[in-house]
């Protein structure tokens, strides 16, 4: 992937992860019944995905990073 994907999916992946925590911040409704979606590992998941795309793009901007 070059950066400019690389920056698109991170982006992605960041509102995911803040539209995800924001529906896990919820209170739960009872009168809907339970929620189907796990909202907040749903928010772990893209955040983690964020991480790895920073990693990816500091990477590809010349800089080394984990082990040589």
């Known amino acids: 992937m070059d950066l400019q994907m690389t920056l698109a999916v991170g982006t992605g992946l960041l509102a995911l992860g803040v539209f995800?925590?924001?529906?896990?911040?919820?209170?739960?409704?009872?009168?809907?019944?339970?929620?189907?979606?796990?909202w907040r590992f749903i928010m772990v998941l893209a955040t983690a995905g964020v991480v790895l795309m920073a990693v990816h793009a500091v990477n590809l901007l010349g800089f080394t990073t984990g082990r040589r």
């Open 20 to 38: 995800a925590g924001w529906r896990g911040a919820r209170p739960p409704n009872p009168h809907r019944g339970p929620r189907l979606i796990p």
